[in-house]
């Protein structure tokens, strides 16, 4: 069965650094592009990007670029969405998903990270 | 940026009733990459449509997608209690992909 289990909630300060995971398991994780999307509360859906494991060639939204970093290990299955300096404004449910170019659209989602910016 | 807008924001229906939903793009999009999902209080969201018409493992065939260019529909024959949620339309063709802001179908 194909699954991303993702983090568990984080409540951080202001200016402070974070780093969050999202762990697959099921498929061959090195072959599927993995993205980000955020969702503010009680707010719609944003793209945030996407990381290829195999070679983490990373593309970022114009409204993300700069403001978030993305990365992988591949020997665990994990990507991760990492900021260095939070904001309040970055308060929201992150999620990762798996993109299916078979289907061209995010066929696999995990479960969020509840992220609190917060001072 | 490829913008999507749906409509209507809230649509309030009743178990039984057939559900319309609309999805414009802002620039023409190739329905290969056109895709809704679903999202319920609390869930991550869950991919129904792909390709504007074909449904994902799983869904029941009362889901159904059509369209191209840049109108899109999302089709629900006959609501099920558990259809009530909200509904977005996804584009992949051009970088940034983005999201419509979502229809939320209540129970009336």
């Known amino acids: 069965e194909v699954q991303l289990v993702q983090s568990g909630a984080e409540v951080k300060k202001p200016g402070e650094s974070l780093k969050i995971s999202c762990k697959a398991s099921?498929?061959?994780?090195?072959?599927?592009?993995i993205g980000w999307v955020r969702q503010m509360p009680g707010k719609g859906l944003e793209w945030m990007g996407i990381?290829?494991?195999?070679?983490?060639?990373?593309r970022y939204s114009p409204s993300f670029q700069g403001q978030v970093t993305f990365s992988v290990v591949k020997s665990i299955n994990t990507a991760y969405l990492h900021w260095n300096n939070l904001k309040a404004s970055d308060t929201a449910m992150y999620y990762c998903a798996r993109y299916e170019q078979g289907l061209a659209s995010f066929d696999c989602w995990g479960q969020g990270t509840l992220v609190t910016v917060s001072s | 940026e490829i913008v999507l807008t749906q409509s209507p924001g809230t649509l309030s229906l009743s178990p039984g009733e057939r559900a319309t939903l609309s999805c414009r793009a802002s620039?023409?999009?190739?329905?290969?990459?056109l895709a809704w999902c679903q999202q319920k209080p609390g869930q991550a969201p869950r991919l129904l449509i792909y390709g504007a018409s074909s449904r994902a493992t799983g869904i029941p065939d009362r889901f159904s997608g059509s369209g191209s260019g840049t109108d899109f529909t999302l089709t629900i024959s006959r609501l099920e209690p558990e259809d009530f949620a909200v509904y977005y339309c996804q584009q992949y063709s051009r970088s940034p992909w983005t999201f419509g802001q979502g229809t939320k179908v209540e129970i009336k």
């Open positions: 099921g498929y061959t994780f090195n072959t599927y592009w």
């Open positions: 990381v290829y494991p195999r070679d983490s060639d990373t």
């Open positions: 620039q023409s999009v190739d329905s290969s990459y």
